[in-house]
Nanobody
């Protein structure tokens, strides 16, 4: 099982980025995938997640209306479109696979920095 997050970068406040989470095999078809972030000195927090059938999507209140999940099954990739970015969105973003009652595989993070 492999998950690889990418797409981070430096952007001005109000700008946009699209993060990608490339997964191995057909993981997207069988497992929920979540996005998390961790800012310096802060605890990791959940950002968004999608069910394996893509019918259920969850967004944390602090990103609702700004972030959008999508997926490309042919590319085994999950996307997180992030619009109207704020400096407080600055963090390392991770994607992870959910199984049972926990997230058991994590990709390496991608840094998102939003300047004011």
């Amino acid at each position: 099982v492999q998950l690889q997050a990418s797409g981070g970068g430096l952007v001005q406040a109000g700008g946009s980025l699209r993060l990608s989470c490339a997964v191995s095999g057909s993981i997207l078809d069988y497992y929920a995938i979540g996005w998390f972030r961790q800012a310096p000195g802060k605890e990791r927090e959940g950002v968004s997640c999608v069910s394996s059938d893509a019918r259920r999507k969850y967004y944390a209140d602090f990103v609702k209306g700004r972030f959008t999940l999508s997926r490309d099954n042919a590319k085994n990739t999950l996307y997180l479109q992030m619009n109207s970015l704020k400096p407080e969105d600055t963090a390392v973003y991770y994607c992870a696979k959910f199984q049972g009652d926990s997230y058991d595989y994590w990709g390496q993070g991608t840094q998102v920095t939003v300047s004011s």
